[in-house]
Every structure is written in C-alpha cells, then in structure tokens.
C-alpha cells in the first residue's frame, strides 16, 4: 500500500445542474425511502424555487404580526382603528400595523381593545403565567394559588360536590387569614 505524502487537496463541489459555480445549497429529498443529494449554487436553486425562503427573509415577527392584525374589523371601525393614535408619543395603530413594535409603554393602553385579541391569538392567553421572583414574590404565588382554589370550588359547586366546594372554602380562608395576619407558612398548601 503507497502512501502519497502531497497534502491532501480540498476540490469545490461545482453545482451539479450548471456546473460552473460552486455548489452553496445542500438539497436532501427522500422518494420512497430512497435518499437523493443534490448540491446547487445559490442561482440554480432559486431558479428551482427550492432556496426563495431562505434568501429573503419573509417570515419576520412584522409578517405574522401583519397576518394576525389584517384580521381587523372592516368598514368604519377598521378606519376608526387604523385612525387610532397614542396620545403620549402620537404613534398610531397604522405604524404598529405596520413595524410590529410600539412607540412607547402607554401604547399598549392607547391601543389595549385591538391588542388584546392579537395578544390572545398569539399566547392563547392574556394572563402572564410566567416564573416569579424568588425573593419578593410569595405575593404573586398566594395569589395565584387563591384564585386556583376559587376556581376549584366554583367548580365543586358547579357540579354540586358541596362538601369538597367547603374543603375548598375553608382552605381559601385559611390561606387570607394567614396573609392578613402576615405570616408565611409555605409549607401549608
């Protein structure tokens, strides 16, 4: 077995359908189990309309903001919205529309009523269920676990399991009481 001692050379892949620049896009399909490469310069594929995507990009957070607001009402009310400004810093719905972004913090009160159904599409929610502080927040999290045992005993009372809604009552007065007098019992619930 003879060794070649050269340095190994590294060769171009040229484009496999022009063969005259240098490949820049690795294309993969399968067809029937069956794997088939093909290397294209950046010309090739976008003649094949296989690279459009990937040049321009065209699914910006301004294109799906811009999807999401173009289902606004029509007639009157869409003007009325389009026409709509923030009175602090004088950006107006349009601009949003437009950008994506918002001029200043009161814009999301200037345009709350349109940004709270894009908001919802967007997050399924227009409640913040997020982390909490560590430190500062058992505020939010005593909060947070009231109104879980509200809901619980609406529902209780709902399906008419009133003594589970009472179990429910009685855990919620426990837990106020225990904020009223200050104290933080965490291991309680």
């Known amino acids: 077995m003879e060794q070649n001692s050269e340095p190994r050379q590294d060769r171009v892949q040229l484009c496999q359908r022009c063969e005259s ?70 950006y107006s719905y349009q601009q949003f529309a437009e950008t994506g972004r918002l001029g200043c913090d009161h814009c999301y009160e200037a ?8 908001v919802k599409r967007l ?7 997020g982390k909490v502080p560590k430190r500062g927040g058992q505020d939010i999290l005593q909060q947070r676990t009231l109104e879980e045992l509200r809901s619980k005993m609406r529902e209780a009372i709902a399906r008419e399991a009133f ?10 007065r426990a837990l106020e009481q225990q904020h009223a007098s200050g ?6 619930l």
């Open 21 to 90: 620049r240098p490949a820049s896009v690795h294309m993969s399909t399968v067809v029937n189990g069956e794997k088939f490469d093909r290397f294209l310069c950046e010309d090739c594929a976008r003649q094949e309309g296989a690279y459009h995507f990937m040049l321009v990009p065209q699914f910006t957070i301004q294109h799906v903001l811009g999807g999401l607001i173009g289902a606004t009402p029509t007639g009157q009310r869409r003007q009325a919205v389009v026409d709509k400004t923030c009175s602090v810093c004088g």
């Open 163 to 172: 003594e589970e809604a009472a179990k429910w009552r009685d855990e919620i």
């Open 183 to 188: 104290g933080s019992n965490h291991g309680a």
């Open 123 to 129: 997050h399924g929610s227009v409640e913040h269920h």
């Open 111 to 118: 345009f709350h009523e349109e940004l709270e159904p894009l």
